[in-house]
């Protein structure tokens, strides 16, 4: 049997205190990968660096908020010290921010489009030629459904999904030949605490709500394959199928009854 892609590199992985990020640690400690696990709770990463100590992968954990400026280079130049070289970086780092753009405070949105996109981008290309050059590794970045449509009440959010989407698509097909990968994940709903950061209701049970343990194995499958996109299921794959299939304008007006604003904090 061949070793497991991750066995013997290092995996840095954003976002990965809590949701999908820690289901990637969970499944990630067993494979023989070195992780390095970031985001802003030091309690949430210790716990979830505990977890997969506990299955016997050597843990980094850098605490870091993505949305300061300079706070890619800050966490580079951290792994650089500890000797870190990144094989595989998995983008998932990601916040919301419901509300009608006109309404919700402008640096909230900004703050939205510099995690999920500017972070996302300047960490991947940092680390992009370094792997080229190893001829190994890549990149998985977390999108969303919500890539496949304007979203109502999460705009921005939505918009930055979509970037991510089409920007891993390209990249996927610049480094074919290169031994190194770029798969993107499209999860639906999936049961985290992003709807309460964002301000959001929880979506009806129609939309159909996952594990973070379901998407994240479905996000790796997908990199392990090195397929373009991952979808976490069949519900989430209809659902993108069936946006692409109807007129744009429908699309939007069916999706504006996601978003709703929440209390739950
Ligand atoms: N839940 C869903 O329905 C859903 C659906 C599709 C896609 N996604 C995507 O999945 C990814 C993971 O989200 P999740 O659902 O697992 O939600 P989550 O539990 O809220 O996880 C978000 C992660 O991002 C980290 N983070 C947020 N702001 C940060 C910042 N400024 N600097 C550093 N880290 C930051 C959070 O950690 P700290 O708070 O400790 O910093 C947390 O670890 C996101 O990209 C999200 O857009 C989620």
């Known amino acids: 049997m061949s070793p497991d892609l991750f066995a013997g590199t290092t995996v840095l992985v954003t976002g990965a205190s809590s949701g999908i990020g820690a289901a990637f640690s969970d499944l990630l400690a067993p494979t023989g990968a070195r992780l390095v696990l970031t985001a802003r709770d030091p309690n949430r990463l210790e716990r979830v660096a505990a977890g997969a100590r506990a299955q016997g992968a050597p843990v980094d954990i850098v605490v870091s908020d993505l949305a300061n400026p300079g706070a890619v280079e800050g966490l580079l130049r951290a792994l650089d010290t500890r000797g870190v070289v990144v094989d595989h970086l998995i983008n998932n780092a990601g916040v919301g921010a419901q509300g009608r753009g006109a309404e919700v405070p402008v640096d909230h949105q900004l703050r939205v489009l510099d995690v999920n996109v500017r972070v996302a981008t300047e960490l991947a290309l940092r680390v992009l030629p370094g792997m080229v050059e190893r001829r190994r590794g890549g990149i998985l970045n ?45 999860p639906g709903p999936v049961d985290t605490r992003f709807f309460a950061s964002a301000d959001m209701a929880r979506p009806a049970a129609a939309f159909g709500m996952q594990t973070p343990g379901v998407v994240a194995r479905a996000g790796l499958r997908a990199y392990r394959r090195n397929a373009s996109h991952g979808m976490s299921g069949p519900m989430p794959r209809a659902g993108a199928w069936l946006t692409r299939l109807a007129p744009r304008a429908l699309s939007v007006r069916v999706a504006a009854g996601y978003a709703r604003p929440g209390s739950a904090r």
């Not at 918009?159 to 770029?182: D, F, I, M, Q």
């Open 142 to 186: 977390v999108a969303s459904t919500a890539a496949f449509q304007g979203l109502p009440g999460l705009s921005v959010y939505a918009a930055t999904k979509a970037y991510l989407l089409t920007w891993s698509e390209a990249l996927h097909h610049e480094l074919r030949g290169t031994g190194v990968r770029c798969s993107c994940l499209c």
